[in-house]
């Protein structure tokens, strides 16, 4: 007999945890989390976000962490997680255990960024050309058959990790040996993991990275809902700002200058790109590039997870959504949960500061003088002293909800001015 429980699967530390753990508990049930073995201090954190924490040496072992589970709980009342790396080991987890809403296989499919644009493909979704680049010495026939520039990625990454724009040939040979090299030493596991294409074979995604043509044009990301096969997208934001490495810095809702035709056609690709991929019953967090030539063209879809860092707060604020309350929902096959009335309808923006070079965070400095900016709503910190931060990588280590901006050029300008105040202390 279940005990009412809710189990989060966790890899790395996130501050989605406190946000599920709340929506888990709102339902009436004990959120328990299973993660990494944690030290002391960890454990006291997180003594006031959830009811316990076990530990398991493997997350990503689907029957290790079911046996673990069904151990304290032979019927849980459903598996979640909101980390990019475990969301299809942990579907697979609830499909061992009973409470799967969604097949595995859908998040398995998901993961392989290369199959994915074989399947929007074949719905009819424009996409840029694209293919894989498995050696070096392939640089030249890859190149031909892309076209440049192009962007290299790992075909099963997250966080904007060892994207590369090449406009040459040696360029892309270049590229090629720097994922190589870095991917296969990756603290990340999951670039150690075989993906599954959709033949049935094998891809080794520390050898072989997608290789896409340049898409020109804004870009816009989105949340969506998916319950019982409707496709609800939440809100659009627009990426002003981005950086060399691909890491965006700052986000704004509505897009400015997008008309509602345009936005429309947006929202309705997303909502193409899911139905095709044959999620269902979960949320995803879905990038377009309305191109110049393609019109809105899917960047990647993250399924299984609502946007990174608070994307989702600045759409709760305006639309009254809660995408981690809708995930827990999908998650436990529980009604839709109750909606609130919009807080700040009103143009609102986020700002992201990450890690300026590599080491041990002992502290941060500045966060109290950031707060006290007009333009500055709120301020969340999402590391921790003792967290190991890299700038190679997207680690959110300060965000900011702002408001009273009048355009992108005073957005960028608050950006600059919170990077300049904000002071971390790295060993």
């Known amino acids: 007999m279940s005990t009412g429980t809710a189990f989060l699967v966790r890899e790395e530390r996130g501050h989605w945890v406190g946000e599920v753990a709340a929506a888990v508990h709102a339902a009436g049930l004990r959120a328990v989390l299973v993660a990494p073995p944690l030290d002391e201090h960890e454990r006291g954190e997180l003594a006031s976000v959830v009811d316990d924490v076990v530990a398991v040496e493997d997350v990503y072992d689907p029957d290790a962490v079911a046996a673990v589970i069904r151990a304290i709980d032979p019927a849980p009342a459903g598996v979640l997680t909101g980390s990019d790396g475990a969301i299809a080991s942990t579907a697979r987890v609830a499909e061992l255990l009973g409470v799967a809403r969604c097949p595995a296989s859908v998040f398995e499919l998901a993961r392989n960024k290369f199959a994915v644009r074989e399947v929007l493909a074949e719905a009819g979704l424009p996409g840029p050309r694209c293919t894989l680049i498995t050696a070096e010495d392939e640089a030249a026939a890859v190149a031909e058959r892309v076209g440049l520039p192009a962007v290299v990625k790992p075909v099963n990454g997250a966080a904007s990790n060892l994207i590369r724009l090449v406009s040459t040939v040696d360029e892309l040979a270049a590229a090629y040996r720097l994922l190589a090299e870095r991917l296969p030493v990756s603290a990340d596991p999951r670039y150690r993991r075989p993906l599954p294409g959709r033949d049935g074979s094998l891809l080794d995604p520390s050898t072989a990275f997608l290789v896409e043509g340049m898409l020109r044009g804004p870009e816009y990301a989105l949340d969506v809902v998916v319950r019982d096969g409707v496709v609800e997208p939440v809100e659009i934001l627009d990426k002003p700002l981005i950086d060399e490495r691909k890491f965006e810095l700052a986000l704004s809702c509505p897009p400015q200058g997008l008309s509602g035709e345009r936005a429309a056609l ?88 990450y890690a300026s070079g590599s080491g041990r965070l002992e502290a941060i400095h500045g966060v109290e003088e950031l707060s006290e900016l007009p333009e500055v709503l709120n301020v969340i910190t999402t590391v921790s002293p003792g967290q190991v931060l890299t700038d190679e990588q997207e680690i959110y280590v300060v965000n900011l909800v702002v408001a009273g901006f009048a355009d992108h050029e005073e957005l960028a300008a608050l950006h600059a001015e919170a990077a300049s105040m904000i002071k971390l202390e790295l060993s």
């Open 266 to 353: 947006v929202a309705d690709t997303g909502a193409a790109a899911v139905r095709a991929l044959g999620l269902d019953n979960t949320v995803a967090h879905v990038e377009v590039i309305d191109d110049e030539t393609l019109g809105p063209t899917i960047v990647e879809v993250n399924a299984g997870r609502p946007a990174g860092s608070i994307m989702p707060l600045l759409a709760k604020l305006r639309t009254g959504i809660d995408v981690f309350a809708e995930l827990v929902a999908l998650g436990l096959g529980a009604p839709p949960p109750e909606r609130e009335a919009p807080q700040l309808p009103i143009p609102l923006g986020m700002l992201i500061l």
